[in-house]
């Protein structure tokens, strides 16, 4: 399987602060059709997973525009731009390419 | 607006069986497709089960093959997990989530408490 790891797994953030969440894979997410399929979700607490970034950078409808995803291969990041109090949870990327898909551990963003 | 909703969840003795059940609305179902995510208590998110828009194809993870089936009904635009042989190691809140890959949308996920 393809391992998903994330850095760091905790994140203190101070409000209206950038933040960044990196994530490497064990292996290219480059898939035989051009496409890299690298998601980034988030999961408030008491909350089911939201999904963010889709295909590395692609910011799903309704996300705010502080969230951007980038990366290519095996190496990717989450930034926010300027953390709000509305940003405090759990991130996760996840890999689409090769199953099964596999998330990573998690990190865990709070306020300062 | 897309609606999954999970049912069946429960507390199950270990090698016990149950059904879970994935009401979707809101979206054409035998488009897409779907798949089921747990996530075990205060741990992170992992894929279970896959099944493809017509149910012609199926994948699971290593953990649960042989063990656990996916199925659907797109006449009742219904996504099915049935699952068998559960340890504790399968207590976790089953999440059904749209495809393709990266789930889009999640429900709000049932509870299976695998306990003597």
């Known amino acids: 399987d393809v391992v998903m790891t994330q850095s760091p797994l905790s994140l203190p953030v101070t409000l209206g602060q950038p933040a960044s969440i990196s994530c490497w894979s064990s292996?290219?997410?480059?898939?035989?059709?051009?496409?890299?399929?690298l998601a980034w979700f988030q999961q408030r607490p008491g909350q089911s997973p939201r999904r963010l970034i889709y295909k590395v950078s692609n910011r799903d409808s309704g996300v705010p525009d502080r969230f951007s995803g980038s990366g290519s291969g095996t190496d990717f990041t989450l930034k926010i731009s300027r953390v709000e109090a509305e940003d405090v949870g759990l991130y996760y990327c996840?890999?689409?390419?090769?199953?099964?898909?596999?998330f990573g551990q998690g990190t865990k963003l709070e306020i300062k | 607006e897309v609606q999954l909703v999970e049912s069946g969840g429960g507390l199950v003795q270990p090698g016990g069986s149950l059904r879970l059940s994935c009401a979707a609305s809101?979206?054409?179902?035998?488009?897409?497709?779907m798949h089921w995510v747990r996530q075990a208590p205060g741990t992170g998110l992992e894929y279970v089960s896959t099944?493809?828009?017509?149910?012609?194809?199926?994948y699971y993870t290593n953990s649960v093959r042989g063990r656990f089936t996916v199925s659907r009904d797109n006449f009742k635009n219904t996504l099915y997990l049935q699952m068998g042989s559960l340890s504790t190691e399968d207590t976790a809140v089953y999440y059904c989530?749209?495809?393709?890959?990266?789930?889009?949308?999640w429900g709000q996920g049932t509870l299976v408490t695998v306990s003597s």
């Open positions: 292996q290219s997410l480059v898939d035989s059709d051009g496409s890299t399929y």
């Open positions: 099944i493809t828009s017509d149910g012609g194809n199926t």
């Open positions: 989530a749209r495809g393709p890959r990266a789930a889009d949308y």
């Open positions: 996840m890999q689409g390419t090769h199953w099964p898909y596999t």
């Open positions: 809101g979206f054409i179902f035998s488009n897409y497709p």
